[in-house]
Structures are given as structure tokens and as C-alpha cells.
């Protein structure tokens, strides 16, 4: 049986490494990328099973390549790999696509466990925000939010003059 194809995001790559070397037994990597547009063109160009990115990179969020790919008809499961402990962020990620969502806090057996889980067609959200991420399901049943205002490209564009590049 072939092992599950796996694409690596993520824009520090020492993580990236780390990554590679934990889960090198089980998967099968097809590449690794360092950036949100990267991201993009590997997913749609690679196909993979699995893709595990991180949320802040440069050029492109994770948020925004993930609903790209998804509406460019990728299917791979998505794993959410972040350093931000924000229950909202998380419910987020699972409406921008993602299959699962942990903090890079978490022990690499967990991330290990998440994969099998998306694998099996179950979601999965780490225990350490998943009191808060309760929380964030009542309060938005309770009032819903206004949709956000800024189409994808805006947000992209946004991120970018952020990130200090200029306008041409």
C-alpha cells in the first residue's frame, strides 16, 4: 500500500526540517514550500493527499492559499500547524477548508494522530483550544458575523502592502 502523499508548508525551515524528519516514516513528502503562493502552485501542481501548513507566511496567509486551492478543485486533506492559540482562528481554518487544526505546542505523536484521523475522514482540533473553540461555537450561533467585506484578492493585496511591498 502506498504511503500517503504529503506537501510540507511552512516559512521558517528549521520547522519545515523538523517536520520532514517527524513524519519521514510514514509519508511520502512531495515537497515542501515557504510561502502561501508556493503553496498554491505545489497543491494544484502535485496533487497531494496531505498538506500541513502553517497560517502566517509570507505572499499568500495559509487561510487564503487553502480556499484557493479548494475552488481550483484540490481535495487534499488540510492540517492547520500554527503558533497562535486562538479558538476563532481555528474555526476559521475549518471554513477555509482545513481537516484539522493544532498549535506547533503540540507533540509531534499528536500531529502523527491528527493525520491518521483526516485520513480516516474524521476532523480533528487539538485539545489544548478546544474549551475555547466551544465557546467560539456559541457565540456565533448566538450572533452571527457580518461576512467579511474584502474579497480574497483585497485580502491578498492587504497582506502584501503589510508585509512592506509597495504597489508596483
Known amino acids: 500500500m502506498a504511503l500517503p502523499r504529503v506537501l510540507l508548508a511552512d516559512d521558517h525551515k528549521i520547522v519545515a526540517q523538523g517536520l520532514e524528519s517527524l513524519l519521514k516514516d510514514s509519508f511520502n513528502f512531495v515537497g515542501t514550500v ?3 503562493r508556493a503553496l498554491l502552485e505545489a497543491a494544484m501542481r502535485l496533487k497531494p493527499d496531505v ?4 497560517i502566517s507566511m509570507p505572499l499568500l496567509n495559509g487561510l487564503d492559499a487553502v480556499r484557493q486551492f479548494r475552488s481550483n478543485g484540490v481535495e487534499a486533506k488540510v492540517v492547520f500547524l500554527t503558533m497562535h492559540a ?3 482562528l481555528a474555526a476559521e481554518a ?8 493544532l498549535l506547533k505546542d503540540s507533540a509531534g505523536d499528536e500531529l502523527i494522530q491528527a493525520i491518521g484521523e483526516i ?6 482540533l487539538t485539545p489544548l483550544i478546544a474549551k475555547d473553540m466551544i465557546s467560539v461555537l456559541i457565540e456565533a450561533k ?3 458575523k457580518e461576512e467579511s467585506r474584502l474579497t480574497p484578492r483585497q ?4 497582506q502584501l502592502i503589510a508585509e512592506g511591498k509597495t504597489l508596483k
Open 155 to 158: 485580502r491578498e493585496v492587504l
Open 142 to 144: 448566538e450572533s452571527p
Open 34 to 36: 515557504s510561502d502561501g
Open 51 to 54: 498538506v500541513v501548513t502553517d
Open 86 to 88: 486562538d479558538a476563532a
Open 119 to 124: 485520513l480516516q475522514g474524521r476532523a480533528y
Open 94 to 101: 475549518f471554513r477555509a477548508g482545513g481537516s484539522a487544526f
